[in-house]
């Protein structure tokens, strides 16, 4: 699984609520006893204190255009991601999990009319080769319900949020042939088993 002259990069994708952490941790924790120097990182941790949380400022029926300071500390933090701090990290582990990756920030760019942003992005995290994306999908209800409080949008904006990691993870080929899609209404553990089970066969298809 792993080459050993640099790290590997695993992404888990997804909207929230969809169980994106607890794959990610399970991940990290699994490969750990198998002795890799694996590490956990959350791509976006400042994402909360750029988005305007939907109990702060009341649900909309349809997300507003991003203001334009967010917009740009988007890209600086982006910036800082993608060329500084995950290249920092791949030369100092085995495997590298990220909890949230490219196509999470850019289809919420999009969902909030920033596309030029969105392309910018998406053009910046090209070069980064995932050996595995893993995009974790659950019912829009069992979305909703484990968002709580923290839904920024009505659960119709979730759905059409969905409709737009389908459309990037088209998008970019080279991800697309390992990108894999997994159930998150299974068992945590189950869960896990089944993306080390992809991730070692190296089949690297799009699964549904």
């Known amino acids: 699984m792993l080459r050993h002259k640099k790290g590997e990069l695993i992404a888990v994708i997804g909207l929230d609520g969809s169980g994106k952490t607890t794959l990610a941790r399970g991940l990290v924790r699994r490969l750990r006893a198998e002795g890799r120097r694996a590490v956990r990182v959350h791509v976006w941790p400042t994402v909360p204190r750029l988005r305007s949380a939907g109990r702060a400022t009341g649900l909309r029926t349809e997300p507003s255009r991003l203001p334009l300071w967010r917009t740009m500390g988007f890209g600086v933090l982006a910036l800082l991601v993608l060329r500084v701090w995950l290249p920092w990290l791949l030369r100092r582990h085995d495997v590298v999990v990220c909890d949230r990756f490219v196509h999470d920030l850019v289809t919420y760019l999009r969902l909030r009319g920033r ?12 070069p980064l080769e995932p050996e595995a994306i893993f995009r974790l999908r659950v ?70």
């Open 115 to 126: 596309e030029g942003a969105a392309a910018w992005l998406l053009r910046a995290g090209r």
């Open 139 to 208: 019912p829009l209800d069992t979305l909703v319900k484990r968002a709580g409080e923290g839904l920024e949008h009505p659960p119709s904006v979730y759905a059409r949020w969905a409709e737009l990691y389908e459309g990037l993870i088209a998008e970019v080929p080279g991800w697309a042939r390992r990108t894999h899609t997994l159930d998150g209404m299974q068992p945590p553990e189950a869960l896990c088993d089944e993306a080390l089970r992809r991730l070692r066969g190296g089949r690297g298809n799009r699964v549904r």
